[in-house]
């Protein structure tokens, strides 16, 4: 359980460390809930259900990430109603 707890504060953190670095913009799923999903999956199949029964996990929630600081380097704007929209901006 402590493994599924630290990677669970890890991941994102990575993630976010390389987005620093420099993309300009990321669309990418939620982490966190897909590691969620799959531990539920982990202890279904412990539980005794077969993997051919588990119904597949379609991912649903998506996050947008700008990063100003690159766009600024590059010498693009980036529409304020966009930036708005954003669940993480890079300042």
Same mark, same amino acid.
């Given at each position: ?22 993309? &300009?913009?990321?669309?990418?799923? %939620? &982490? =966190?809930? &897909?590691?969620?999903?799959? @531990?539920?999956?982990? %202890?279904? =199949?412990?539980?005794? #259900?077969?993997? @051919?029964?588990?119904? =597949? ?11 100003? *600081?690159? #766009?600024?380097? &590059? ?8 930036? #708005?929209?954003? %669940? *993480?901006?890079?300042?």
């Amino acid at each position: 359980m402590e493994l599924h707890h630290r990677s669970e504060k890890e991941a994102p953190k990575k993630v976010t460390k390389l987005f620093l670095n420099s993309p &300009l913009m990321a669309y990418s799923f %939620d &982490l =966190i809930e &897909l590691y969620k999903r799959v @531990g539920n999956n982990i %202890d279904a =199949i412990l539980r005794g #259900a077969k993997p @051919g029964e588990i119904p =597949i996990y379609q991912v649903t929630k998506f996050e947008l990430s700008i990063n100003l *600081k690159t #766009a600024k380097q &590059l010498g693009l704007s980036v529409p304020p109603a966009l930036v #708005a929209s954003a %669940d *993480k901006v890079i300042e």
